[in-house]
């Protein structure tokens, strides 16, 4: 497998620190508010990641935070005069609807800011003692930049060379502008802890560092997020654990691409903000799953109602598919002595192209290829009546297979067990059998009300 590593711009090899063992860290949210549709890109995205690397039988660690103390969920809390803490578990438990309405695999731990401050104590402590970082008049500790001779290996910056306003807190006191704060002092109004330093809260780049640190050991695999991420968090996390563990802090740096929103940057200000919970009321989760891998994660997507519609029809084609297997298998009689050799042969070379698609920097895009490539051989070999009970039963194999990878289909309906469904059927069936035409048609627009449409075909009334 080869992914594309942001570190060195180029596709490598991926080769894990331990045989069989994955450690992941994918940087999680500020939860002060519900998710917002550019947060479920790297979501989906890097649950894909997971979720094929685990196909391929790798035992996965697979770590993402909670970032619960922050101005912005200090600011929340004094609106709505309550607690800090009161706001970031309301929005923790907001964002797990959301991930489970997306099909999101539960991480293996979601570490918190406020649960780790020892373990960014001792980090904080320990670069002082390296001298990488100095104490500041207020009892604001601040890492020394300059000091670290690699900063910008990942963002391709020189320090020069670097835009003045990019996210950088313009603070007085500091020994140097481009130094990022590690240990904030604490203010009025504000939650604090204990400290070397005298009471205060930790900054955010430390955070992940110390969570990485104490949940997943020095190194780890693969450490991902949203390209707005490259610069600066993600350059500050590797300045100070470089500088703090002598050790490197991951072999592979992953990052996903931006969404446009009508082709225009997501802004407040521009009034093209929309949270998850927004758009799944009006189209469900699943288009907005499809959306996000639809294209090569590295891509920027575009995101509008016409192509969450366009999502929604492409997962339509592929439950009416699925559906299609199913009720073949339930009703053909496999009297026919047809050599489905080739076929299968046909159907195993889609797999394998999917499985080659997601080995090439998770081309996710490529492998949905693959599945409507499986989609329409098949359909017109069930046209062509030339398929097997075999060929049918190796075909829903490895179509759930692949989906289940990309963590599509999820919403697939069990058998009807609602009485007042299949009495209908049963009236509309012995309405048809005495040729009382009219009564089955009233039957079935009933059916159709309740979102029950049936088909009428040589094997059967089919039920979707």
């Not at 922050?70 to 005069?81: L, S, T, Y």
């Not at 998770?362 to 599945?371: C, D, F, G, K, R």
């Given at each position: 497998m080869y992914l594309y590593n942001?570190?060195?711009?180029?596709?490598?090899?991926?080769?894990?620190?331990?045989?069989?063992?994955?450690?992941?860290?994918?940087?999680?949210?500020?939860?002060?508010?519900?998710?917002?549709?550019?947060?479920?890109?790297?979501?989906?995205?890097?649950?894909?990641?997971?979720?094929?690397?685990?196909?391929?039988?790798?035992?996965?660690?697979?770590?993402?935070?909670?970032?619960?103390?922050?101005?912005?969920?200090?600011?929340?809390?004094?609106?709505?005069?309550?607690?800090?803490?009161?706001?970031?578990?309301?929005?923790?438990?907001e964002f797990k609807k959301d991930s489970d309405g997306l099909n999101v695999k539960k991480s293996s731990c979601n570490p918190k800011a406020t649960e780790s401050i020892k373990e960014i104590i001792d980090m904080i402590s320990e670069l002082i003692k390296r001298d990488f970082a100095y104490i500041g008049k207020s009892n604001d500790v601040y890492f020394r930049t300059k000091k670290f001779r690699n900063y910008g290996k990942l963002s391709k910056q020189n320090l020069g060379d670097l835009n003045l306003g990019t996210r950088i807190e313009i603070v007085s006191e500091k020994n140097d502008y481009w130094d990022f704060v590690l240990w904030k002092s604490s203010k009025l109004n504000e939650p604090k802890f204990e400290s070397p330093w005298g009471l205060g809260r930790p900054g955010w780049h430390i955070e992940c560092s110390a969570m990485i640190r104490k949940h997943l050991n020095y190194t780890i695999d693969i450490h991902c997020g949203g390209q707005d991420l490259i610069f600066p968090h993600h350059e500050n996390e590797i300045a100070q654990s470089q500088c703090c563990n002598d050790k490197k802090l991951a072999n592979y740096w992953l990052h996903n691409g931006y969404i446009n929103i009508e082709n225009k940057k997501m802004s407040k200000s521009l009034n093209n903000f929309f949270t998850v919970r927004e758009i799944s009321k009006k189209f469900g989760y699943e288009p907005i799953r499809y959306l996000m891998i639809s294209s090569h994660y590295r891509t920027p997507i575009n995101f509008s109602e016409e192509i969450i519609n366009q999502c929604k029809n492409s997962l339509g084609k592929l439950y009416n598919f699925r559906e299609n297997l199913d009720f073949y298998l339930e009703n053909f009689e496999d009297d026919l002595d047809l050599d489905m050799s080739l076929g299968l042969e046909k159907i195993s070379s889609f797999k394998n192209k999917f499985i080659k698609s997601m080995e090439d920097?998770?081309?996710?895009?490529?492998?949905?290829?693959?599945?409507?490539?499986?989609?329409?051989?098949?359909?017109?070999?069930?046209?062509?009546?030339?398929?097997?009970?075999?060929?049918?039963?190796n075909t829903i194999s490895i179509f759930d297979e692949l989906t289940e990878i990309l963590g599509i289909l999820y919403n697939k309906k069990n058998k009807l067990n609602n009485s007042k469904i299949e009495d209908l059927i049963k009236q509309r069936e012995k309405a048809r059998k005495n040729k009382d035409w009219a009564t089955a048609d009233k039957i079935r627009a009933k059916l159709k009300s309740l979102d029950v449409k049936l088909e009428d075909t040589e094997f059967g009334v089919r039920i979707k």
């Open positions: 942001t570190l060195s711009q180029k596709k490598e090899k991926f080769v894990p620190i331990e045989n069989n063992k994955i450690k992941i860290y994918a940087c999680g949210p500020t939860v002060y508010n519900f998710i917002h549709i550019g947060n479920a890109r790297p979501l989906c995205v890097f649950d894909v990641l997971r979720r094929f690397l685990e196909y391929l039988n790798y035992e996965v660690k697979f770590v993402q935070n909670f970032t619960d103390i922050d101005d912005k969920i200090i600011n929340r809390a004094n609106q709505e005069n309550i607690s800090f803490l009161e706001v970031s578990e309301k929005y923790i438990e920097d998770l081309n996710t895009s490529e492998a949905l290829a693959a599945i409507f490539e499986i989609v329409k051989y098949v359909n017109n070999n069930l046209e062509n009546k030339n398929f097997s009970k075999k060929f049918l039963e």
